[in-house]
């Protein structure tokens, strides 16, 4: 039976450093003019920090106070009318294109900042010509609560032993075990490292080969 696709967001969809780094471009440029910064410095920290951790490593790197720098970065990062642009691989756009037609995209479930990732879904939006249906967990359980995946599966109706979550992360694993439904790794197509967490990792496209038409 054809399997039913859920999808995490960041790293798994969108490439989250792309976001991040471009309105961190406009915080510099408005609050920090005079400091140059070096992409080489931005990508080796995010890539080998968790996400609290890059933060902290650039401040003190350009020794930037870190209580107003964080407070000044969400506020832009969650600002729609300071939008940037991500640019989606082709990968992906096809992925959730031919999943949408077939009526395989359930949705996304996402742990981030509404706000926030409500930017990055525009951007795959207005990119891939799909709607997505999408769940933001109440904060009283996040990922890997499974209660917002539970009730997006009984809103549609779906079977939990014919669904996927497709994800990035440790928690987006558990989320999925938590839930009963099966796991992919879609990680290393943005992040080589995730491959150390010893999951069997696969392209977007690999979906329809390998899992989606038995």
């Not at 968790?50 to 490593?57: A, G, H, L, T, Y």
């Not at 640019?87 to 742990?111: H, M, W, Y």
């Not at 079977?159 to 992360?169: A, E, K, L, M, P």
């Amino acid at each position: 039976m054809n399997k039913t696709f859920i999808f995490d967001l960041d790293n798994t969809l969108i490439p989250e450093y792309q976001f991040l780094f471009r309105k961190l471009v406009i915080l510099m440029a408005t609050v920090y003019p005079n400091t140059q910064i070096e992409k080489d410095f931005l990508s080796d920290i995010y890539f080998s920090q968790n996400r609290d951790s890059w933060v902290q490593s650039f401040c003190k790197h350009y020794k930037l106070p870190f209580t107003f720098f964080i407070y000044q970065y969400r506020l832009i990062l969650r600002d729609r009318t300071k939008s940037v642009l991500v640019e989606i691989p082709q990968q992906v756009i096809r992925c959730v294109k031919n999943l949408d037609s077939d009526r395989k995209f359930a949705g996304i479930i996402t742990n981030g900042n509404p706000m926030q990732q409500l930017q990055k879904i525009d951007q795959l939006s207005m990119q891939s010509g799909v709607y997505f249906v999408t769940s933001f967990p109440q904060s009283s359980k996040p990922k890997p609560h499974p209660f917002s995946l539970i009730e997006m599966m009984q809103i549609q109706q779906l079977d939990s032993r014919n669904c996927v979550y497709v994800g990035d992360s440790t928690i987006d694993y558990a989320f999925a075990k938590n839930s009963g439904v099966q796991f992919m790794s879609a990680g290393s197509f943005f992040n080589d490292d995730i491959q150390t967490y010893g999951w069997n990792d696969f392209s977007l496209d690999e979906i329809f080969l390998q899992y989606y038409k038995f």
